[in-house]
């Protein structure tokens, strides 16, 4: 298990791992590790900031405040940029 992943775990109250393939500049395929987390929206800013040391970034998070969840996707940086 990847560390980030185990952060991930801390706060969330699911959390999936995947891969995605990209192309890059030069023609070669990049794998990035996408992780998706289901948590409370009050845990939102500290799962980041954890993420955030650990060299993640927040690609994209969905609300939902019926229910006081949010989504939040994370991927590790490229030296590659797309």
Known sequence: MS????I???FSDEVLVG??????NYG????????KCTLSIVHFTGLTERM????YCCTQV??????????AWFEPPTDDPT
């Not at 560390?3 to 185990?6: S, V």
């Not at 955030?52 to 060299?55: D, I, S």
Request: aromatic share 6%.
């Open 3 to 6: 560390k980030a992943r185990a």
């Open 28 to 35: 070669s395929p990049l794998e990035i590790e996408e992780i």
């Open 62 to 71: 969905q609300r939902d405040f019926k229910s006081d969840k949010c989504f």
């Open 19 to 24: 891969k995605r393939a990209l192309e890059s």
């Open 52 to 55: 955030a040391q650990e060299g």
């Open 8 to 10: 991930c775990e801390e």
